[in-house]
């Protein structure tokens, strides 16, 4: 159920309130949603996957990424969450692709190798070699 990308960071769809206290079992400290709430009828909303995770003993995020894409706002919120977390860290959106394009970005504005992001990604199951551009800029290796 859980996608991992490195040691510090692991991909999901979306999560359930139970799983939250899934993935602090298996060692994870910090969540986040990247699913705007209302995108589907049945998603739990952002709150009540909050609620799980203070429950649970883990830091929470909501970093929403909806149809309109990917902005610098949301990369930034990203980077600080892979910055401020203690340990790894999980985020989930409906498939698993948002949360794995997020940290992506997010990555490769922390001097992230765009390659290997890209090669991490595919481990994983993520395809993001279009991306690879908009990495490099990030990177500054354009």
């Known amino acids: 159920m859980f996608i991992r990308l490195t040691d510090s960071i692991s991909v ?3 999560l359930a309130p139970a799983d939250i ?4 079992s298996q060692g994870f400290t910090s969540i986040v949603n990247n699913r705007p709430d209302s995108e589907a009828p ?3 909303t952002s709150a009540t996957i909050a609620a799980a995770a203070e429950a649970a003993g883990l830091r929470y995020a909501h970093i ?3 149809q309109s894409g990917y902005g610098q706002p949301q990369i930034d919120a990203m980077g600080e969450e892979l910055g401020a977390t203690t340990g ?3 985020a989930f959106c409906r498939s698993g692709t948002r949360s794995t394009s997020l940290w992506a970005l997010a990555f490769a504005a922390r001097d992230g190798d765009p390659e290997s992001i890209v090669a ?3 481990a994983g199951g993520y395809d993001l070699s279009a991306m690879l551009p908009a990495l490099r800029r990030l ?3 354009d």
């Open 21 to 24: 206290a899934l993935a602090a």
């Open 12 to 14: 999901a769809p979306q």
């Open 42 to 44: 049945d998603q739990p």
């Open 88 to 90: 790894p860290l999980l």
């Open 120 to 122: 991490t990604a595919a």
């Open 64 to 66: 929403p990424i909806d």
């Open 139 to 141: 990177a500054g290796q």
